[in-house]
């Protein structure tokens, strides 16, 4: 839960401050979209997009329902500009930092360096006790962030709501 919490805001907050790039990956409606070309070219990668990555995406979803519903980028679209990148880099870096502790790349160091040493059960008290306290707290502030990000964006016509593409 961790990783796909940290994976989805790193990727809202690319698409939202990064003007005129946009994020890395891609959202569930989007994959979908993509399914029949993944058909297309050949049985393993087939494989790999309908038993794993539209899999992850549909738990990543349902996570992010869980931990902030008013995060949630499907069915959305948003304007980027230097102004709007600004309202949202101010609301949100502090929990994308903390989103960042929690990623792969603490998690796979900390698990070396514990095996390097023969201490196993460090990393895991690591994990169980302060990244799961870090993840509460990222939650805790990413609920106000995503709060305040949408306020100050309804405030200036720019809004998430605003913006929804027709059905």
């Given at each position: 839960?961790?990783?796909?919490?940290y994976?989805y805001?790193?990727?809202?907050f690319?698409?939202?401050?990064?003007?005129?790039?946009?994020?890395?990956?891609e959202?569930l409606?989007q994959a979908?979209?993509r399914?029949q070309?993944?058909q297309e070219?050949?049985?393993f990668?087939?494989?790999?997009?309908?038993r794993?990555?539209?899999p992850?995406?549909e738990?990543q979803?349902k996570h992010?329902?869980?931990?902030?519903?008013?995060?949630?980028?499907?069915?959305?679209?948003?304007?980027?500009d230097?102004?709007?990148?600004?309202?949202y880099?101010?609301?949100?870096?502090?929990?994308?930092r903390?989103?960042?502790?929690i990623?792969?790349?603490?998690?796979a160091?900390?698990?070396?360096?514990a095996a390097m040493?023969?201490?196993?059960?460090?990393?895991?008290w690591v994990?169980?006790?302060?990244?799961?306290?870090?993840?509460?707290?990222?939650?805790?502030?990413?609920?106000?962030?995503t709060?305040r990000?949408?306020?100050?964006?309804?405030?200036i016509?720019?809004a998430?709501?605003?913006?929804?593409?027709?059905a």
């Amino acid at each position: 839960m961790h990783l796909s919490a940290y994976d989805y805001f790193k990727e809202s907050f690319l698409r939202r401050t990064r003007v005129g790039q946009g994020g890395e990956g891609e959202d569930l409606d989007q994959a979908h979209e993509r399914k029949q070309e993944a058909q297309e070219r050949g049985r393993f990668i087939r494989f790999v997009y309908e038993r794993i990555f539209l899999p992850y995406l549909e738990t990543q979803k349902k996570h992010i329902a869980r931990i902030d519903p008013a995060a949630q980028r499907e069915g959305k679209r948003v304007i980027v500009d230097e102004r709007t990148a600004a309202i949202y880099r101010k609301h949100n870096l502090l929990p994308m930092r903390l989103w960042a502790i929690i990623s792969l790349a603490p998690h796979a160091y900390l698990m070396s360096i514990a095996a390097m040493a023969d201490r196993i059960d460090l990393y895991f008290w690591v994990r169980l006790i302060f990244m799961n306290a870090v993840f509460l707290l990222a939650v805790v502030l990413q609920r106000r962030a995503t709060r305040r990000t949408q306020e100050e964006l309804s405030a200036i016509g720019a809004a998430d709501e605003l913006l929804r593409v027709p059905a």
